[in-house]
């Protein structure tokens, strides 16, 4: 069964840094990672689910909303098939359910991560 598992959440103040890490694994990503645009969204409680970043499947093009461009940077490792999300400054606005996306470029199939709560106090 192909998954993506999301692991670094928790509590954050204003700020500060947490570091989000997602892997990816089942036969179909497992072998394919390589050909699976990566994305970063949120969720904030009663707003719609929002693009963070996204990163190409080489990793040599990355792009980031507005509200995080600056603070956050998103990389990744096809070899161990992975993506991570370096949030740095963090706000209490950045409070929100983060989820990781893989998007396949030649299978235009979707999957999606169960989330992971990130809180940051003022």
């Known amino acids: 069964q192909d998954e993506l598992v999301e692991s670094g959440g928790g509590w954050g103040q204003a700020g500060g840094s947490l570091r989000l890490s997602c892997e990816a694994s089942g036969v179909v990503l497992s072998n394919y990672f390589s050909n699976y645009y990566m994305s970063w969204y949120r969720q904030a409680p009663g707003k719609e689910r929002e693009l963070v970043a996204g990163?190409?499947?080489?990793?040599?093009?990355?792009d980031y909303a507005d509200s995080v461009k600056g603070r956050f940077t998103i990389s990744r490792d096809n070899a161990e098939k992975t993506v991570a999300l370096q949030m740095n400054s963090l706000n209490p606005e950045d409070t929100a359910v983060y989820y990781c996306?893989?998007?396949?470029?030649?299978?235009?199939?979707?999957?999606w991560g169960q989330g992971t709560q990130v809180t940051v106090s003022s």
């Open positions: 990163i190409t499947t080489t990793g040599g093009s990355t």
């Open positions: 996306q893989a998007y396949g470029i030649n299978s235009r199939k979707t999957f």
